[in-house]
């Protein structure tokens, strides 16, 4: 989920309204299978079409601006990265039946990394992903997409979340509730000082791909990129890493202390949001205590 906003309409989405968009839309494609990926998001339903394409239709109407964000910048980010990326093929019209714009992409093979086990000590795993963001980092910014309701505010400070984190810390211990509001006001005392930078706003398990030897393969589902502070980007610190891969991972990225503060908030937020709504959240759970110990 990449906020906490809840849209106002989330419509139905199976293979078979799938099924009569494309052919209706896209008939070259009529006779290709289609069936649901193996694991799916929050933000979008995806399917898979054929051996080659993917189709990846909002699941709400709040993540409807990523369509036209995702169709602009992914092709002009490829060529950048060190990694493949979705591709985008076509883009398909709101109708009656799904109101909202939808994509076609080129079918990205892989295993996510959320279905790997447990990777927190996989260093070689951390640095990839830092390398990867080191690059993005690196592209061109003119002209990209600013924090806003297209990402959740993904680039905006942490404080952008501030009400709701404060809010959520109250419904934990005592000792650990009085930890994260240390840690948060460290994450909100500083601002990213330089120009901004692109940011994938999404770095979780779920879309990292892996080929069969666990290496990093490819990194999908861009619906929360854009520019601004990339501290959104550096939560697998605490998310997903620890001990020796949580070293590699700070340093093969590198910035500067301030950066990884405003970091750990980010991760904090989401945790303490999750565990409010989800008390047994065993990710959400684990992430709380990397964070507080």
């Known amino acids: 989920m990449s906020g906490t906003e809840e849209a106002e309409l989330r419509p139905e989405i199976d293979a078979g309204l799938v099924r009569r968009l494309v052919d209706a839309q896209f008939p070259r494609w009529r006779g290709l299978p289609l069936r649901p990926v193996e694991h799916d998001g929050w933000d979008n339903r995806t399917f898979r079409l054929g051996d080659e394409l993917s189709v990846r239709l909002p699941s709400a109407a709040g993540y409807r601006e990523q369509v036209a964000k995702e169709q602009e910048w992914l092709p002009r980010l490829a060529p950048l990265l060190p990694l493949p990326i979705p591709q985008p093929v076509a883009e398909g019209r709101p109708t009656a039946e799904y109101p909202l714009p939808w994509s076609v992409y080129r079918w990205l093979p892989g295993r996510p990394v959320v279905l790997l086990g447990d990777v927190s000590r996989d260093a070689a795993l ?8 080191v690059a993005l980092l690196a592209a061109p910014t003119e002209g990209a997409p600013e924090p806003g309701t297209h990402n ?7 404080e952008v979340y501030g009400e709701e984190a404060l809010a959520a810390f ?6 650990d509730a009085d930890r994260a509001r240390a840690l948060w006001a460290e994450a909100t ?3 990213w000082a330089g120009a901004p930078v692109w ?12 080929d069969a030897s666990g290496t990093l393969s490819a990194v ?15 939560v697998p610190a605490w998310t997903m890493f620890e001990s020796a891969a949580r070293d ?8 500067d202390d301030d950066t990884w503060s405003r970091a750990r908030g980010w991760a904090l937020w989401k945790a303490a949001i999750t565990l409010r709504d989800r008390p047994a959240d065993p990710e959400a759970r684990t992430t709380l205590s990397r964070i507080l110990r």
Do not use: Q, Y
């Open 248 to 255: 590699a991972f700070v340093d093969t990225v590198g910035l």
């Open 152 to 158: 959740f505010f993904r680039g905006a400070p942490p």
């Open 189 to 191: 005392a500083s601002r």
């Open 170 to 175: 109250t419904r934990l211990p005592a000792v």
């Open 199 to 210: 940011f994938h706003g999404d770095v979780a398990p779920g879309n990292l791909l892996t």
């Open 126 to 133: 951390a640095e990839a992903i830092g390398r990867f963001l």
């Open 220 to 234: 999908i589902d861009f619906g929360t990129s854009g520019v601004g502070d990339p501290a959104c980007d550096l």
